[in-house]
């Protein structure tokens, strides 16, 4: 019975794939033929020489350094809006606030960051300061639902204790509740840096600066030496924030 739901199953994704190339008119013999291939191989062969000359790696390094800026800048700020729309969305200040609070970050995470991008370059024109406000926006509102579930979910004993013997609310915040949920939200905030860094080089592309940008412009120009010098900077910049990211993880979450 089995062996013949997984066959049907087959034969439907099968119908459905050979279904999505009728619709859409795909024309496979003109893709790979009349000297397709060959084109194909020139186009990327053209990408096997970077541009390593001072001048292009002095304008990579300083792109770099923007989209470094741009996503570290951008997460900081999600973290501090995340932690303020965090308190009332899991409840502290009551459900009519939580309710309001819970709301605006699902508004805030739907809007993809390159939506926000597109509306923020039109608030704050082009360049580094629209991707961080994008960056910033959509990532508060990602951080801020999984700061206020891991707040949901901590123990209430510690505080309860703080405010039992007299301490303030705030106190009992930052000396009961805290301890236990910062290294869940150090954690979640350096993922959120790694996406960043992936997502600044692509936000270049609605004019929002950075290494997107410096690609969007050789590409647009058909400088496929120095679109390859770039493409090599953003791995490597993904791999050092990568192996940085996990350090600081490794000595302050899992210790």
């Given amino acids: 019975m089995n062996r013949a ?6 034969m439907a994704i099968l119908a459905a794939m050979l279904a999505s190339f009728g619709y859409l008119g795909l024309d496979l013999p003109a893709l790979i033929g009349d000297g397709s291939l060959s084109q194909m191989a020139d186009y990327a062969g053209r990408f ?3 541009d390593v000359s001072a001048d292009a790696l002095r304008g990579v390094a300083q792109g770099a350094l923007e989209t470094l800026a741009m996503s570290g800048l951008g997460t900081l700020l999600a973290v501090v809006i995340g932690v303020l729309l965090a308190l009332p969305a899991a409840g502290r200040f009551g459900w009519p606030l939580q309710a309001a609070a819970r709301l605006l970050l ?3 995470r739907a809007i993809p960051e ?3 991008a597109a509306l923020t370059v039109l608030a704050a024109g082009l360049g580094p300061n629209a ?13 801020g639902r999984l700061f206020a579930e891991s707040l949901e979910n901590a123990p209430v004993a510690p505080a309860q204790a703080i405010r039992q013997q007299g301490g303030g609310q705030l106190v009992a915040f930052c000396f009961g509740t805290l301890p236990n949920l ?5 954690a979640y905030s350096l993922y959120r840096w790694e996406n960043n860094i992936r997502m600044a080089s692509v936000l270049g592309f609605v004019g929002a600066g950075g290494l997107g940008q410096m690609l969007y412009t050789t590409l647009s120009l058909f400088q496929e030496a120095q679109a390859s010098t770039v493409i090599l900077a953003m791995l490597a910049l993904v791999v050092l924030v990568d192996a940085f990211s996990g350090w600081l993880r490794q000595r302050y979450v899992r210790a």
């Fill in 5 to 10: 739901i997984n066959g049907l199953l087959l």
């Fill in 48 to 50: 096997a020489h970077p």
């Fill in 106 to 108: 699902n508004a805030l």
């Fill in 114 to 116: 390159l939506v926000w």
């Fill in 131 to 143: 991707g961080t406000l994008a960056l910033a926006l959509h990532t508060a509102g990602v951080l």
């Fill in 182 to 186: 910062w290294p869940q939200w150090l």
